[in-house]
């Protein structure tokens, strides 16, 4: 069982910068491929990074590739989220996730942390 808690969340201007911590407990923290989501009010919980266990190979979605880079460290049992050139459409809740297998669908992540608000004003 593996516990996520997330962190460094907040409120920030447009074009401002943000860095997202999740910090791991229970578990092999190196045993999981890591990943960010986020999910706006009433809209579906979107994909946004995926690291792999090593931290040598990683995703980002398209939307926010150049602004948003995922990095872990897996002697603190910890993955990070770097946002950059935040803009008001990345106004969500921010969430980690763990998963056993490689994948950007919410389905395929095992375990969740509770998430993080972000909210960028114009």
């Known amino acids: 069982q593996v516990q996520l808690v997330e962190s460094g969340g907040g409120l920030v201007q447009a074009g401002g910068s943000l860095r997202l911590s999740c910090a791991a407990s229970?578990?092999?923290?190196?045993?999981?491929?890591m990943g960010w989501f986020r999910q706006a009010p009433g809209k579906e919980r979107e994909f946004v990074a995926v690291?792999?266990?090593?931290?040598?190979?990683?995703t980002i979605h398209n939307s926010v590739k150049g602004r948003f880079t995922i990095s872990r460290d897996n002697a603190k049992k910890t993955v990070y989220l770097q946002m950059n050139s935040l803009k008001p459409e990345d106004t969500a809740v921010y969430y980690c996730?763990?998963?056993?297998?490689?994948?950007?669908?919410?389905?395929?992540?095992?375990?969740w942390g509770q998430g993080t608000q972000v909210t960028v004003s114009s």
């Open positions: 229970g578990g092999t923290f190196d045993n999981y491929n």
């Open positions: 690291i792999s266990r090593s931290g040598v190979v990683y």
């Open positions: 996730a763990a998963s056993g297998g490689w994948g950007q669908t919410p389905y395929q992540y095992e375990y």
